[in-house]
């Protein structure tokens, strides 16, 4: 958040890390609580434990036993098993490759069916378990595609997942959440470049953007006598300050809490 608050914009997850967060939320003036843990893994990680064709067995085990530590019964990923929910991230960033990752998606969903079939959580192949599809750095997208509801999107750019959503789960939501940055003339997020011990609120945007929706903030390969090609970045200017899709996030947790509690 502080990186956020200076304007710049969240790098990727790492492949190996994994981010745990544990809310717990108070309704006032009730005073009842809702625990929430969130798993959060990256999804160079997911393809490799949830995008290959096994057996349900072949499945669980590999998820069981994947980076398992000496005294442990389970390693870190077991909660995919055993999760009572499910978020689905599509990246904006990615909004070019959408239809090619499709088919990583839905291989995820067939692959999660098989977990609640092991756990009894499943009926007449369907998960019932609340599944969210949530749309990430929307702001990233074209005005076109921007301004069109969460599910349209699914439906018109990926429409085999979207089929396959349906079929497989009767429990789910959309969700449309970003980070607002600063656009030109031209509608497009603007890109800065970004030097090692910089702010992104001191970067100066490129005099020529190229920046698209779709750009992905690579290294930059340029060099300078004081940096390197893999010290210099590209990355999208954030608004300051900070401007984000706070009433997505209420209504993601206010469905959550629901349908855990049924």
């Known amino acids: 958040m502080l990186s956020l608050k200076n304007g710049k914009f969240p790098s990727r997850?790492?492949?190996?890390?994994i981010d745990r967060v544990e809310m717990l939320?108070?309704?006032?003036?009730?005073?009842?609580?809702?625990?929430?843990?969130?798993?959060?893994?990256?999804?160079e990680l997911q393809k490799y434990l949830l995008s290959k064709e096994l057996s349900s067995d072949g499945l669980r085990d590999r998820i069981l036993n994947h980076e398992k530590q000496k005294g442990y019964l389970y390693g870190p990923f077991s909660f995919l098993i055993f999760s009572k929910a499910y978020a689905i991230l599509i990246d904006c960033e990615d909004f070019k490759n959408w239809e090619e990752l499709s088919f990583d998606y839905m291989q995820l969903l067939n692959n999660l069916l098989k977990l609640k079939e092991l756990t009894g959580e499943a009926n007449n192949n369907k998960i019932t378990n609340p599944i969210s599809i949530m749309f990430t750095k929307c702001d990233l997208l074209d005005e076109s595609n921007r301004v069109k509801n969460p599910e349209e999107l699914l439906n018109?750019?990926?429409?085999?997942?979207?089929?396959?959503?349906?079929?497989?789960?009767?429990?789910?939501?959309y969700f449309k959440v970003f980070l607002d940055v600063e656009r030109g003339a031209d509608n497009k997020p603007v890109e800065i470049t970004i030097e090692p011990n910089s702010s992104n609120l001191e970067a100066t945007p490129e005099a020529t953007p190229e920046a698209t929706p779709e750009a992905t903030p690579e290294a930059t390969p340029k060099t300078t006598s004081e940096t390197t090609t893999t010290d210099i970045q590209k990355t999208f200017q954030v608004k300051v300050p900070l401007s984000y899709s706070e009433d997505e996030y209420v209504n993601f947790i206010s469905w959550l809490d629901q349908k855990l509690k049924e």
Do not use: R, V, Y
Request: aromatic share 2%; no cysteine.
């Open 156 to 173: 018109e750019h990926m429409p085999a997942l979207h089929s396959q959503i349906k079929s497989i789960s009767g429990n789910i939501a």
């Open 13 to 17: 997850t790492e492949e190996s890390d």
């Open 25 to 43: 939320l108070t309704q006032q003036p009730s005073g009842g609580t809702i625990s929430l843990k969130f798993n959060d893994i990256s999804g």
